[in-house]
Structure formats: structure tokens, C-alpha cells
């Protein structure tokens, strides 16, 4: 490709994704990543009807759904007792929203996006980092570590939470929560007898702590997240979150948790780091896509959807120009289509950060307050939608599609934090 209309930095879910669907409408995209290899480290991610119901329009929920599996319900329950708080009826969840709740390797997600971004054509580069931008009004450029540097109609900037372009164009930093995540995946046969339901997602909430089993690949591997606050990084220790602090943790949680903790990977650990929400992604003709953009706490697992629903956006923007490619280009109005872009993405993610800090804080919640919260979940109605109507929801295409305003619990009296969920 000589001449491609847009580079992506950054070949993660987001990248790789918004790859896909802008050349699904013709764009010609040239995809640069840093490592010397495309790849996802980790375990799990769940994806919820508002990320499954765009794999379909690409086309790719067969292939997905043959990867993950498609749990029967969520329960949440207490890490202290094992006592069930609520639970969500996957499978009513499914027929509600029209698309399954699905649970997926990340390594597995984004094989089908990468493999998809090379059927549509999508050129993708290796070994290359970004480690500037320019741009002149009617083109961006970005640079790379060699000095080598290429230019296009527009950027977009998909490089993670530490992203080049968010540094330099928003200039603020990543916020600690001070809670680390350990995970696993590992053989379902090493669980079997630990009494795990292989067609449940189960959350175990407790004083500064969290805990969350699925299983994955067809049922043959089992997912873990244990995620706990350290006491080093609140007493502001710089190396925080190592194995010491984990087990010392998860004292006092119920025996299902117990048998689970030795199982979790004690080689490396995943501290985590949100930044707040920014109102405004797209510079001209640069533009923040996935974690580069939004960088969540994880609690509401949306972070991979959320860059997912981006380049969806973005392409739908592109795609309802009916865009016809010139000579001289890919005849595609980009400042309107990154101007929609802007005026809609924005405030969703900014709802699904603010909500994810609130419902961390809710879920950590100890001594009376956490007897408080177990009342208020134990009393919600198992087919009470209100909660993930505007997040499992069709993703909005303009500001007024959004759903009116969102149920408002009242966790102020138990955190003595207003929120709105
Ligand atoms: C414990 C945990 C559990 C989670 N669970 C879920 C879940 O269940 N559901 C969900 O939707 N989300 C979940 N998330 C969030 C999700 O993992 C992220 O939001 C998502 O992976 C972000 O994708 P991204 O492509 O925007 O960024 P990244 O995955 O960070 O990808 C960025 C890419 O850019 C490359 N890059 C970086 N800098 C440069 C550069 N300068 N030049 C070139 N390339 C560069 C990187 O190498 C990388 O490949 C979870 C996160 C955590 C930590």
C-alpha cells in the first residue's frame, strides 16, 4: 500500500478493530504496532450484547461464539460468607438485548481481529513505534523511533493507557487505584472439583477485595481474576502489589475463594490504573481510540467493548457518507466524521469510568456498609434491566440516541458517594 487514508498506532482490540471496520467501508488503513509481534497478554474478557451485537455486523459472532462460551448467568455473591447478593439471567439477558453475553480468550478476541484486518486488507506493521505526532490541517503525521515517519488523512491513536498521543495532546497522567489484579487460565480439569459452575460467571465481592471466576474456550479452561487492594501501595511503597500481598489479602474470604487463590499466576500481576474521563478525543486530525482514550478500572467490563464501539462508530460516520473514493483521496469528509465521533463517544465512556470508580468502591465496601449494600442487592429483582439498559444497549451513533438518564440507585447512603449507574 502506498497510500493509505489513515494510519493506526497501536494493534491491540482497539486498533485492530477500528482497522476492520474502516476498511469494511473502503478505507485503506496501514496499522503500525511497537512489539515484534501481534499478541494479547492475559486471560478472560467477558464481552455483554453491546459488543456482541457488533461482532455480528462484522460478521464475526459465528467465529467468536466457536471460541468462548456463552455462560448462563451472572452471580454476584459475598467473598466473606459465599452467600448469593444477585444474579443476572444470561440467557433472558440474551432474548432482552437480541445478542449473547459472551466470555472469550483475549488472545482468542483479538486473533479474530487481527485475522479479520488482513482479509479486509488492513496493512499491518510490526516493530515500529510512534514517538510523536505532527499534523498541518489537512494531514497527520506520525513519527517513529528510527526517524522514519508517515502521513495520512488522519491518525489514530490506539496505544493504550500510556498512549503518546494522549500524553502530548491531553497531557494528564494515569491515576492509580491502588488495587492490582492477579489472573489465571488454566485447565477447567484443575477446578472440576472445587465445586465451579461451568456455566456461571461468579463476581465474589468483599472488603477491599474481589474475586471472579468463568470458564473459557468451550468450557476446557477456567478464567481468574483475584483483585485486592494493597496495603504497600496506600502506604505509598513503590513496589507494590507483589505475591507477598496477595494471599495476606484474601484472609477471612469463604472457602470457594480460598481453593481458587492457589491456582492464580504468581509470575507477574497487572497494577491497576484508570485516568479520569477527557471530554474531547480527536485534535484536528489525530484522534484517541480504545484505552489511548478511556483507560477504565475494569470493574464494569467494558474496557475492550468500549474501544470495540468506537471504531464502529467512527466507520458507521465514514460509511454514512456513502463516501466514494477520488483520485486524489478517500473522498471521505473526515473533519464531520471525527467531529460525530467526538460529540458522541465521549460522554458514554465518561459514564462507564465514573460508574466503574463507584462500583469498585461499592464492591470493597467492609463492616456495616458492606451489610448495607448486601440488603440493596439481595432485594434486586433478578429481571430488573435498569442497570444495563444504557450500557448493553445498541451503541449510540449521535448524542440524542443515548437513552434518557439512567436509573439512579442510591448508594449514597451506603457510600456516602451520590452515583448514578
Ligand atoms: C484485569 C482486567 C480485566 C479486564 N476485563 C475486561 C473485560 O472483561 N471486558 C472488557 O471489555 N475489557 C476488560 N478489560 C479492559 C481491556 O483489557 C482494555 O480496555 C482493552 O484491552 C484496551 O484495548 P486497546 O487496544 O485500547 O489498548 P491495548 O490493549 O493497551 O493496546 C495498545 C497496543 O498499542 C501498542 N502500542 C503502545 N504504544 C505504542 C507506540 N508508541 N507505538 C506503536 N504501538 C504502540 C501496544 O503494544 C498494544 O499492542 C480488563 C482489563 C483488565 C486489566
Not at 503500525?32 to 467477558?46: H, I, K, N, T, W
Request: aromatic share 8%; with cysteine; net charge negative.
Amino acid at each position: 500500500m502506498t497510500d493509505p487514508d489513515v494510519l493506526i498506532v497501536g494493534g491491540g482490540i482497539g486498533g485492530l478493530s477500528a482497522a476492520t471496520a474502516l476498511a469494511r467501508k473502503g478505507i485503506r488503513v496501514r496499522l503500525y504496532e511497537r512489539s515484534s509481534e501481534f499478541g494479547e497478554v492475559g486471560a478472560g474478557l467477558q464481552i455483554a450484547p453491546n459488543c456482541t451485537r457488533i461482532l455480528d455486523a462484522y460478521g464475526l459472532l459465528h467465529e467468536a461464539k466457536s471460541l468462548g462460551v456463552l455462560p448462563e448467568a451472572m452471580v454476584m455473591k459475598d467473598a466473606t460468607d459465599g452467600s448469593e447478593l444477585t444474579r443476572l439471567d444470561l440467557v433472558d439477558l440474551e432474548r432482552k438485548y437480541g445478542f449473547p453475553y459472551m466470555v472469550i480468550h483475549r488472545s482468542d478476541l483479538h486473533g479474530i481481529f487481527l485475522r479479520a484486518a488482513q482479509r479486509e486488507g488492513v496493512e499491518l506493521i510490526t516493530d515500529t513505534q510512534c514517538v510523536a505526532y505532527e499534523q498541518d490541517g489537512a494531514t497527520a503525521t506520525a513519527v517513529f523511533a528510527d526517524g522514519t515517519r508517515d502521513t495520512a488523512e488522519i491518525v489514530i491513536a490506539a496505544d493504550g493507557i500510556h498512549s503518546v498521543a494522549r500524553n502530548t495532546l491531553v497531557a494528564d497522567a494515569p491515576v492509580s487505584s491502588n488495587y492490582v489484579a492477579y489472573r489465571a487460565a488454566i485447565p477447567f480439569d484443575e477446578v472440576r472439583d472445587n465445586g465451579v459452575r461451568e456455566k456461571d460467571v461468579v463476581v465474589y465481592i468483599g472488603p477491599r477485595c474481589h474475586f471472579v471466576q468463568y470458564p473459557l474456550r468451550g468450557g476446557q479452561m477456567f478464567n481468574q481474576v483475584a483483585v485486592f487492594q494493597s496495603p504497600k501501595a496506600v502506604a505509598g511503597e513503590p513496589d507494590w502489589g507483589t505475591p507477598d500481598e496477595l494471599d495476606g489479602a484474601f484472609d477471612g474470604t469463604c472457602e470457594q475463594v480460598q481453593k481458587g487463590l492457589p491456582l492464580m499466576w504468581r509470575d507477574r500481576w497487572w497494577r491497576m490504573f484508570d485516568r479520569d474521563p477527557v471530554m474531547q478525543w480527536v485534535y484536528g486530525r489525530i484522534a484517541l481510540l480504545g484505552d489511548a482514550a478511556h483507560p477504565p478500572l475494569q470493574y464494569m467490563a467494558q474496557g475492550a467493548i468500549m474501544a470495540i464501539e468506537d471504531g464502529w462508530v467512527l466507520a458507521e460516520h465514514v460509511g454514512a457518507q456513502g463516501a466514494q473514493r477520488t483520485s486524489d483521496g478517500s473522498g471521505v469528509d473526515w473533519a464531520a466524521a471525527l467531529a460525530a465521533y467526538d460529540a458522541v463517544r465521549p460522554e458514554h465512556c465518561r459514564r462507564v469510568l465514573t460508574t466503574g470508580r463507584a462500583w469498585g468502591e461499592l464492591w470493597h465496601l467492609d463492616g456495616i456498609k458492606r451489610e448495607q449494600r448486601n440488603l440493596l442487592l439481595r432485594a434486586r429483582d433478578t429481571y430488573d434491566y435498569s442497570f444495563t439498559e444504557w450500557i448493553y444497549g445498541p451503541t449510540a451513533l449521535t448524542p440524542d440516541q443515548e437513552p434518557p438518564l439512567y436509573t439512579a440507585i442510591p448508594l449514597d447512603s451506603v457510600t456516602g458517594t451520590p452515583a448514578q449507574v
